[in-house]
């Protein structure tokens, strides 16, 4: 049980506009800096997002994030056959005094 | 270019001891926090542990006490010390910079627990 939520999974068709959620709470994404991190098959995590809306540099513009309250989201516009990956998000928890992830989200392109 | 090489993993009993390491280039190590983030096989990631630039250490709760995150600027380089290793610390061990994020990554090393 993670103590951040995503759905377990995601689809789109190439071309659409798909959004993960990421839930959390008062401690965690309330009051902290939300990162998204992308995850192909059989390769390390990649740093997507930070501080809640930040694109590192090469990542591009079809990637976006933003955070409302104790919630966030990855928006992925004209979504490509090689977006298909594993989607995470992570902050940290004041109460944990620790980072913590949502449990991952698997994005499909159909 | 910045580079992360973990190593040290293997094979190792429940109660057994394994020390594992990041040996980073191409960046100033002193100057970034680091961290350990762990993945079980089919899981999803799970950050263990991390150390400041000052050396202030920080824990995932299960590994407290267990795991202890060193580094040693000098040769570039972190550690993890993992004591009283149970079957559920299996898992693939990444050291990562900290920063705005962790945006770099090593490739990772296995750590498997079992008798």
Known sequence: QSVLTQPPSAS??????????C????????????????QLPGTAPKLLIYSNNQRPSGVPDRFSGS???TSASLAIS??????????????WDDSLSGWVFGGGTKLTVL | EVQLVE??????Q???????????SGFTFSTYDMHW??????????????????????????VKGRFTTSRENAKNSLYLQMNSLRAE???VYYCARGGDGWDYWGQGTLVTVSS
């Open chain 1, 12 to 21: 789109g068709t190439p071309g659409q506009r798909v959004t993960i959620s």
């Open chain 1, 23 to 38: 839930s959390g709470s008062s401690s965690n994404i309330g009051s902290n800096y939300v990162y998204w991190y992308q």
């Open chain 1, 67 to 69: 955070k409302s309250g």
């Open chain 1, 78 to 91: 004209g979504l490509r056959s090689e977006d298909e990956a594993d989607y995470y998000c992570a902050t």
């Open chain 2, 7 to 12: 190593s040290g993993g293997g094979l190792v």
């Open chain 2, 14 to 24: 429940p109660g057994g001891s394994l020390r594992l390491s990041c040996a980073a």
């Open chain 2, 37 to 62: 983030v762990r993945q079980g096989k089919g899981k999803g990631l799970e950050w263990v542990s991390g150390i400041s630039t000052t050396g202030d250490t920080f824990y995932l709760g299960s």
């Open chain 2, 89 to 91: 610390d299996t898992a």
